[in-house]
């Protein structure tokens, strides 16, 4: 292991603790379109680390799952890709990511802008105290995406239409976003999302507060986005990934320990680790 950075060293984390891990992400890449690319990717809570060096590319239209036991990572490493862990106290992000080859963690890479080209979805759905038009219309308004009414009412309808919402709030667009049903909030969430135009979307375990109908419209949804945009899913249903995800990434205690075709993970995992994981013997 040649990357432990120094701090590491310092408190006596050594290569041979970290043994029993790959050294690099393995696997071949999806496609050569990477949207996104994490080198040495390393994630500090104060003096407690929570992601080893983590490689790994993601390419552009890719529907890639991250799946693992709970606190293995995946909200972290979620987190770093759209500087969402600039805002918790005393974490710090080392390594290069790239969003289309440009470093995001420049100091002129301004977070907000990045934020509104990844955007998040949280596992909670999270509607603003407004109205359901009001929801979607909010980034357009903030980023100054339309000039006049009639262009904002199309970004409105546009994205609930994408989002799977738009047949059934198109008479009830002034009511609060909160009087929908969870599945519903959730995909005013992603309308939300989509309102901006971003260029990738992060899903973080989007469908755990829902029932199994609204989290198979939010799979399908899933699948259907993922013909404009690039999609980082982490999902606890192994199922989920399965069934919409290209590729897999399975993390164990803050390690990547691989990532490859979804249902090669599935069917014949090149970890003992991975394995043990999708036969159920822990997480
Ligand atoms: N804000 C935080 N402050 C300190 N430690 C944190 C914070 N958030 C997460 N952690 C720790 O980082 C590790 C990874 O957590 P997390 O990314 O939430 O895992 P996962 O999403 O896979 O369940 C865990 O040990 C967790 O306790
Ligand atoms: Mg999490």
Not at 7 to 32: C, H, I, S, W
Request: proline content about 5%; glycine content about 6%.
């Amino acid at each position: 292991m040649t990357n432990v950075p120094e701090p590491l060293l310092k408190r006596g984390v050594t290569a041979m603790d970290n043994a029993q891990y790959p050294d690099q992400a393995v696997g071949e890449p999806f496609a050569d379109d990477h949207k996104m690319s994490l080198r040495n990717v390393n994630v500090f809570y104060g003096d407690k680390q929570a992601i080893f060096d983590v490689n790994i590319d993601i390419a552009r239209n890719e529907v890639i799952a991250m799946i693992g036991p709970s606190g293995c990572g995946k909200s972290t490493l979620l987190r770093s890709i759209n500087r969402m862990n600039d805002t918790v106290e005393g974490c710090v992000v080392s390594g290069e990511l790239t969003l289309d080859g440009e470093d995001i963690y420049t100091a002129k890479m301004d977070p907000v802008a990045l934020r509104a080209r990844v955007g998040m979805v949280f596992q909670k759905p999270n509607p603003f105290p407004k109205s359901i038009y009001d929801n979607v219309a909010y980034g357009p308004r903030l980023h100054g995406l339309a000039s006049r009414r009639a262009e904002l009412d199309e970004i409105v309808e546009t994205s609930l239409t994408r989002a799977g919402l738009w047949t059934e709030v198109k008479d009830r667009l002034d009511q609060p976003g909160t009087s929908l049903s969870g599945g519903q909030q959730q995909r005013l969430c992603i309308a939300r999302a989509i309102a901006i135009s971003p260029e990738m979307i992060l899903m973080d375990e989007p469908c755990s507060a829902l029932d199994p109908i609204a989290t198979a419209k939010i799979e399908e949804l899933i699948t259907e986005l993922s013909q404009n945009y690039t999609i980082a899913i982490v999902t606890h249903s192994m199922q989920q990934a399965a069934r919409v995800s290209h590729r897999t990434a399975y993390f164990h205690l803050g390690h990547l320990i691989e990532v490859n075709e979804t249902e090669k993970v599935f069917t014949a995992p090149e970890h003992e680790l991975t394995e043990a994981y999708i036969t159920g013997r822990f997480g």
